[in-house]
């Protein structure tokens, strides 16, 4: 065995081997660098990528423009309640003055002027002012939707970024399988240079090449995809890279994270004012048999005075206005807000058993995922050691290529799993800070 180790050490500075076919089974090029025309990604922290989705991102703008625009409905309803000041003038030209044969008394001039000024004031207008305060409610649900679009916006962002994270993690151990399968080829290379290896043994290892080479293109394009996606999603013109690999806190106990996803999850949250406002609306209802008395003051000006306007004066009257029968009009309305009460309900009982269930689900997985974690990080050290004693057995003799390269697989797989399971704990904390309303 010992001058066998020797001769190896020969072979492997020793020249250029007989027969032209010892150099068909050579490594194939080693892989460029990615991104030859790609946009350079620009590293972000974990936070401030999260910040950043928040303040740029479509969806959150379009979330914040619905609360101005709910603003905005309450000033057109609160309108309807306050007082309204119009200015007319009119002037008619007559092709003649108009008079009486008999006296000639002019009865219009031919240029008339008249101008007023109407007041109109609400007195009792009980639907208005309904109305009025169902605005005001719907820019409190517009509130609550807008915490809930930031709340789905940042989950998305923060899963993109830790993605980031585990796909760089999965492109490490595809570069490094690939590393040692090239040093595995070259080995047996230059042994059967020395004319001490064989011929399978360099095919095999220069297949084995290949196939890392082809999974870090792969890793290489998930990697840009999830930069790509990571970009979208944060509002920039380029792909976005990581910083850092976040540590997220744990949400306590279930029994504390179910209470916490109750009393402050976004959706939860919406839900219960949509429901409030679809109450209040139904309770309002009695509004709609109620009469309105509306207040109107008119002074005016007319030149020339008329027999029955003089040149300057003014007018008042209260109109009081009340549907006695419209055809069954208003009950049905009460109906409808009736059923879209019931629908409410419905809603928020669903959205808390969904919040109960994301709870209990993000925390069994949690322990799960952790426990995998354990098991998958021991699977790669020791698919790592019995590569290493893989190795040592081929270079000594023992054994053949073959165990070298399974081994390597084996490692390779490994090591991707344990990045995947790593991932798969961050993902499960993610998701039960999420649940509980604690994230963002």
């Known amino acids: ?29 080693a892989s460029q660098p990615a991104g030859g025309g790609a946009a350079e990604a620009k590293p972000l922290g974990f936070n401030e990528a999260v910040q950043r989705a928040l303040a740029r991102n479509p969806s959150v703008t379009v979330a914040q423009e619905e609360i101005r625009r709910a603003e905005a409905l309450v000033r057109q309803s609160r309108a309807g309640s306050l007082p309204t000041l119009y200015a007319n003038a009119t002037y008619t030209r007559l092709d003649a003055a108009r008079t009486m044969a008999s006296t000639g008394y002019v009865v219009a001039e031919a240029n008339q002027w008249y101008g ?41 962002t923060a899963r993109a970024y830790l993605a980031v994270v585990t796909q760089k993690r999965v492109l490490d151990v595809n570069v490094r399988a690939r590393e040692t399968a090239r040093a595995h080829h070259d080995y047996a290379h230059a042994r059967r ?42 509002g920039a013109e380029s792909p976005v890279d990581t910083a850092d690999e976040p540590l997220l806190p744990g949400a306590g106990p279930v029994p504390q994270a179910l209470e916490e996803a109750e009393r402050s999850r ?11 406002a679809a109450e209040r609306v139904l309770r309002d209802s009695w509004t709609d048999f109620m009469p309105s008395l509306v207040g109107n003051f008119q002074p005016f000006f007319q030149d020339p005075p008329s027999l029955v306007l003089p040149k300057t004066g003014w007018q008042a009257t209260l109109t009081l206005s009340w549907a006695l029968y419209d055809g069954g009009l208003r009950y049905g309305q009460r109906r409808e807000r009736a059923a879209l009460v019931a629908e409410a309900n419905a809603a928020l009982d669903a959205a808390l058993r969904q919040a109960r269930s994301d709870v209990r689900t993000a925390a069994e997985a949690v322990r799960r995922a952790d426990a995998s974690l354990t098991a998958a990080r021991k699977a790669a050290l020791l698919a790592r050691q ?35 399971a790593e991932d798969n704990a961050r993902q499960a904390r993610l998701d039960l800070l999420a649940a509980s309303g604690k994230f963002p």
């Open 1 to 29: 065995m010992r001058s066998l180790l020797c001769a190896l050490v020969v072979v492997a500075g020793a020249g250029p081997a007989r027969g032209a076919e010892a150099e068909t089974a050579t490594a194939p090029p």
């Open 386 to 420: 019995a590569l290493e004693l893989s190795t040592l057995a081929y270079r000594a003799g023992a054994t053949t290529n073959i165990e070298v390269i399974d081994a390597e697989r084996r490692a390779r797989d490994a090591e991707t799993t344990a990045a995947i």
């Open 116 to 156: 007023n000024l109407t007041l109109s004031v609400p007195l009792v207008q009980a639907q208005r002012w309904a109305a009025w305060s169902h605005a005001r409610d719907n820019v409190e649900v517009s509130r609550f939707s807008a915490r809930d679009v930031r709340r789905q916006i940042a989950v998305a």
């Open 266 to 276: 976004a959706d939860v949250l919406a839900a219960r004012a949509r429901r409030r």
């Open 193 to 234: 240079r020395g004319g001490v290896g064989n011929r399978i043994d360099e095919v095999r290892a220069a297949q084995e090449l290949a196939t890392t080479e082809a999974t870090v293109e792969a890793a290489e394009a998930g990697l840009a995809k999830a930069r790509e996606a990571l970009g979208v999603l944060v």
